[in-house]
C-alpha cells in the first residue's frame, strides 16, 4: 500500500536499510543490495505500489552507482534465487 525510496544522490550501504515498503499488516525494511549513490527511484512503483506484486520479476525500485563493482559478485542470479526460496 505504500513504498518509500531513497532520494538520489542518496549514499547507500551494502545490506544496509534504505527503502520501506508498507502492506496491509506490516511495514518492511528493503536493503541495498551493493553500497553507492542511488542514481534514480522508480516513480511509478511509489505512485502504484501494486505493481511490485503484479510484475515482481520486472518492477525495479531504484538504481545504484555502485561503489564496489565486486560486491556484484555476492548477489544471486534469478535461478539460484528460486532455487534458494523453493527449499523454504
Do not use: H
Amino acid at each position: 500500500v505504500f513504498l518509500e525510496l531513497p532520494e538520489p544522490g542518496i549514499e547507500v550501504i551494502a545490506g544496509k536499510p534504505c527503502a520501506t515498503i508498507e502492506s496491509v499488516k506490516t511495514a518492511s525494511d528493503i536493503n541495498s543490495p551493493v553500497s553507492g549513490v542511488v542514481l534514480e527511484c522508480n516513480e511509478k512503483a511509489i505512485d502504484e505500489p501494486e505493481t511490485i506484486n503484479e510484475t515482481a520479476y520486472e518492477t525495479w525500485l531504484f538504481k545504484v552507482k555502485a561503489n564496489n563493482p565486486a560486491e556484484l559478485d555476492r548477489l544471486l542470479t534469478i535461478d539460484a534465487y528460486q532455487a534458494m526460496i523453493k527449499d523454504e
